[in-house]
């Protein structure tokens, strides 16, 4: 049966979702000779005019090893809850009854949704309200339980942990702790696995609330022991027993999407303070969502990409693909979204941690 699928890229981009744009493309028209379109800008493009463009073989062409996305993508555009300009200023609007409208418009059979846990839940709702939805998750921070791993996330790890060799010379040199303040609103695996990589002195996440005394103490102790530089890697979501999450702005700042940021000089300025010794701040950023994807998350994003197509032509809407152990399968995108994956405080990479000496906050 000839078909028109859709795909569109949701939330914060990462290395690996042109890979799966690309496998999507290549598998539905060479293996079943469907017509694909991509919808621009998440989720924003089915509201209003509908924003898209074809998708063919020529459109894909070398985009694999390409960071970011062709499609676009938006962290606000959530249809659920959409800012909408009023005489009384911007209000918080429904329009998924819309969005339903403006892709059965554009002819097509199904959507493959691309992102993490809050384009799942917006997938999930619409495939409630009858837009036939295949879930591809997509998240550097790696919290989605459901699949063991996402792609984007390994060369997150990546880039944390060369700028981790990096600043080690530095902070040696000048005899500074040096504070990097990496991604993690709710996990902290890009901090506690770069960490490990990047031989950090301490590593601070969000699922283990710190206290300063004891990082104070453990970096105390490499001084004493004549290490007089530190390493601190902190989550952005990380914070101290005796306090809340720092943020740049609240959600009702800031059109519902709370924005995290600051951790990691309120770290520094502790640390300063408490011990009397240099210190300096390097927070990555948004350099951890961008270049080019590593080999896993190309290969990870193909095969999601390929299996997503396979559940369109099973007519197995409402799954979401996933890696178990060695394996793609698919889930239900409601089982998806139902929890994060979060660090076990008690678990093996924690312990392995402070087997080695490293500080978590404890």
């Known amino acids: 049966m000839s078909r028109t699928i859709a795909i569109l890229t949701g939330g914060g981009d990462c290395p690996g979702l042109n890979a799966v744009i690309r496998a999507v493309v290549r598998s539905a028209i060479l293996q079943h000779g469907w017509r694909v379109i991509g919808i ?26 390409r960071g970011g996305t062709i499609l676009g993508t938006s962290n606000r555009g959530n249809p659920l809850a959409y800012p909408v300009k009023t005489e009384k200023g911007v209000v918080l609007t429904d329009v998924s009854a819309q969005v339903v409208a403006n892709f059965r418009a554009l002819g097509a059979d199904a959507l493959i949704a691309v992102g993490g846990d809050g ?3 917006i997938a999930r709702r619409l495939q409630d309200l009858g837009m036939p939805m295949v879930g591809v998750p997509k998240t550097i921070d790696n919290d989605l339980r459901s699949t063991d791993v996402t792609f984007g996330y390994h060369t997150a790890v990546e880039v944390v942990t060369e700028a981790l060799d990096r600043l080690h010379t530095t902070a040696e040199s000048h005899h500074r702790a040096m504070v990097v303040e990496v991604m993690g609103r709710d996990a902290g695996w890009i901090a506690l696995e770069s960490g490990l990589a990047g031989s950090a002195d301490v590593i601070l996440v969000p699922e283990i609330p710190f206290d300063l005394a004891a990082v104070c103490a453990s970096i105390e102790n490499r001084r004493q022991s004549g290490s007089r530089f530190s390493i601190i890697v902190v989550a952005e979501g990380a914070y101290p027993l005796a306090g809340g999450k720092v ?7 800031n059109l519902g999407v709370e924005r995290l940021g600051g951790i990691g000089t309120f770290v ?18 948004h350099v951890q969502r961008g270049g080019s994807p590593v080999p896993f998350d190309r290969i990870l994003g193909t095969r999601f990409g390929v299996h997503a197509v396979e559940l369109i032509a099973q007519t197995r809407y409402g799954r979401m693909v996933a890696l178990r152990g060695r394996a793609v399968v698919d889930v239900e995108i409601s089982a998806a979204v139902d929890a994060l994956n979060r660090i076990d405080p008690g678990g093996e990479l924690i312990r392995t941690a402070e087997a080695l000496g490293i500080c978590v906050g404890r």
């Open 40 to 65: 621009e800008d998440g989720f924003d493009g089915l509201v209003g005019t509908p924003r898209w463009r074809e998708l063919t073989l020529d459109a894909v062409r070398g985009i694999l090893p």
């Open 119 to 121: 384009t799942l839940k």
């Open 247 to 253: 943020v740049q702005a609240t959600a009702a700042e």
């Open 268 to 285: 520094s300025r502790e640390i300063g303070t408490k011990l009397d010794i240099e210190t300096r701040v390097v927070v990555l950023g």
